[in-house]
Nanobody
């Protein structure tokens, strides 16, 4: 079972920073792709970032490149998403998800989803 925990508060001003964490005790964590997705009303779910716990390779949506950083801590079975220079358009419900035995994330191919976390960025 996976969980998503909001760190640093869910309401921030534009230009601020926030860190989200996804943790699990799953036995396949060290051979999985873990991603962060977000969704806002009226828009399709968007893949924000993904990391392979096996080789550490990362990917980012164009909209967050240079601002967000994803990292993994295999010893703690945790994936973190550091969000800097937040913009109002980053406001969304964020989800972490895991794809077992994989090195990349697929929008419709994730095996497990964590609890959604509301992130609100004020102007």
């Amino acid at each position: 079972r996976f969980s998503c925990r909001r760190l640093g508060g869910g309401l921030v001003q534009a230009g601020g920073s926030l860190r989200l964490s996804c943790a699990t005790l799953g036995s396949t964590f060290d051979d999985s792709a873990i991603g962060w997705f977000r969704r806002v009303p009226g828009k399709e779910r968007e893949k924000v970032s993904c990391i392979s716990s096996r080789d550490g390779k990362t990917s980012y949506a164009d909209s967050v490149k240079g601002r967000f950083t994803i990292s993994s801590d295999n010893a703690k079975n945790t994936v973190n998403l550091q969000m800097n220079n937040l913009k109002p358009e980053d406001t969304a419900v964020y989800y972490c998800a895991v794809r077992q035995w994989a090195t990349s994330c697929l929008d419709d191919g994730m095996d497990y989803w964590g609890e959604g976390t509301q992130v609100t960025v004020s102007s």
